[in-house]
């Protein structure tokens, strides 16, 4: 059992920060790849960026510049600053990791519950 948990959603203008964080507990061995993702009604979820468990970045080309990833592996944490916020930005937004878990070497995805992020214009 894997528990991911967003924080960090709400309102904001256009132009305005907002700083996502996404904490991860339970069976957790090891955590590869996390990342954000979001989706917006009509839509299929989309990758807004990634960061390795060395700290490796991609992000997609909408946010790039604008956002930035990170993690923090002692807090099974991932961050995802997002500055100069734009109307299209507004969505739900997903946190993803790839867990290893204890007793085992199997490779799993979850995702957290998602957090709102509304941009006004």
């Known amino acids: 059992q894997v528990q991911l948990v967003e924080s960090g959603g709400g309102l904001v203008q256009t132009g305005g920060s907002l700083r996502l964080s996404c904490a991860a507990s339970?069976?957790?061995?090891?955590?590869?790849?996390m990342g954000w993702y979001r989706q917006t009604p009509g839509k299929q979820r989309e990758l807004v960026a990634t960061?390795?468990?060395?700290?490796?970045?991609n992000y997609t080309d909408s946010v790039a510049g604008r956002f930035t990833i990170s993690r923090d592996n002692a807090k099974k944490t991932v961050y995802l600053q997002m500055s100069s916020l734009k109307a299209e930005d507004t969505a739900k937004y997903y946190c993803?990791?790839?867990?290893?878990?204890?007793?085992?070497?199997?490779?799993?995805?979850?995702w957290g519950q998602g957090t709102q992020v509304t941009v006004s214009s």
């Open positions: 993803n990791a790839e867990v290893v878990h204890r007793d085992g070497l199997d490779l799993r995805p979850y």
């Open positions: 339970g069976n957790i061995f090891r955590i590869n790849d």
């Open positions: 960061i390795t468990s060395s700290g490796i970045p």
